[in-house]
Nanobody, 125 residues
Framework: QVQLDESGGGLVQAGGSLRLSCAAS????????WGWFRQAPGKEREFVAV????????IYADSVKGRFTISRDNSKNTIYLRVNSLKPEDTAVYYC??????????????????WGQGTQVTVSA
């Protein structure tokens, strides 16, 4: 059974940093893009960042460019999201997900098959 487990969320003050992790078990996803998405209360799930299967390409939402960094360690079947200079509007549940097609890359949530349960990030003003 495939499982994605996020960790690293928490409560931080504006301007603070966190490192989110997402580890997969039950299957290896070295040939797949992974993404981070987030969902704030009352809002739709939105794209945050994606990294290609081999890590040579990344895409970020405009709202997080220059502040967030996505990375992956295929030897650990894990991806990371370093989040710096956090703002109150970054408060959300952050989800990792694996793309449904090998070698493909996209930012649309429907293109992702496997999802974690999410980790809460709360940024206080």
């Amino acid at each position: 059974q495939v499982q994605l487990d996020e960790s690293g969320g928490g409560l931080v003050q504006a301007g603070g940093s966190l490192r989110l992790s997402c580890a997969a078990s039950g299957r290896t996803f070295t040939s797949y893009a992974w993404g981070w998405f987030r969902q704030a209360p009352g809002k739709e799930r939105e794209f945050v960042a994606v990294i290609s299967w081999n890590g040579d390409r990344t895409i970020y939402a405009d709202s997080v460019k220059g502040r967030f960094t996505i990375s992956r360690d295929n030897s650990k079947n894990t991806i990371y999201l370093r989040v710096n200079s956090l703002k109150p509007e970054d408060t959300a549940v952050y989800y990792c997900a694996v793309h449904h097609r090998p070698l493909a890359l996209s930012t649309r949530p429907p293109d992702y098959d496997f999802w974690g349960q999410g980790t809460q990030v709360t940024v206080s003003a």
